[in-house]
């Protein structure tokens, strides 16, 4: 069988698990979902090696005093989360009347910046059933932006994007980056709600913060957006709590921190919202994706003479 035969045939059996799953998890209770998440997610975390590798390596630099003992329980923990959530998102998209159990603390920061009417930029992580705090905040009647990447097989992308349309949540999608510029500052523009993740490593772009004390590679959309529209840039995050159930927590207007060189304004920028987010992480651990390769990315040496690249350690 050719290349292309076989991702064409992966594609194809991919689409149909994904309906699959959307119509079987829509039909089985949460705590059904919750049970084969457990199951799978335990399953999933003896079996994907290299994975597990990271989320240790992971752990090793963000918290180093942890045994490895402790260290393996948070990623197996993180591999269920991961699984459930991907089921327990697959019934509440089914079900949304289900949103309601959903808490919500500090919405008035939201509705306040709002009022100037900018729009909001949302920094928030890959921390907790993050796909469900736009669920939630369409729910409450925010209009509500999705950035995400075109999927590969345009009938999946085509399926999910139907899926959160009905939802409420509109799709930008992150590529072309032209594009996708032009989309969020319409949705700005529109005095609507858009939805940016700072968490992740951003390759040779952004610029180099300490995240729990080494050099990562961050992205600055949300305050170069930020500082192009007027918008608020609004910190909040969501995470489950004991009995299962979630809670999205909105702070403050982060407000910017202006100097008089642009570059320095978005690394002091990114400093702090950097800090915000790994205090949400070293609360809750288990809850982060420990699996993707947050520190992968090494500085070169010409970005090492850059002013206002570099986070001085």
Known sequence: MEKKDKKALGRNIGWMFMKFSVAFSGMLSLKANYFIGYLLGSLAYFTIIPQRR????????????????????????FFIFMVQCSFELLHYLRHRDKLDSVRVEGKKHLEEALEKKKGVIIVTAHLGSFPLLSLKLAKLGFKVNFITRPMRDKRAGDYLYKIRSDAGVKTIYSYPRRECVNGIIKALRYNEVVILQMDQNFGTGGVWVNFFGKLAATPVGPISLALRTKAAIIPAYIYREDNRKHCIKIFSQH???????????????AIALTRIIQKWVSKYPEQWGWIHRRWKSRPSAKIKTMRFKIEEQ
């Open 54 to 77: 990271i989320g240790i390596e992971g752990l090793t630099i963000a918290f180093p005093k942890k045994s490895l003992r402790e260290k393996k329980k948070i990623v197996r923990d």
């Open 255 to 269: 407000q910017l921190i202006i100097t008089d060189d642009k570059d320095k304004t978005i690394l002091e920028n």
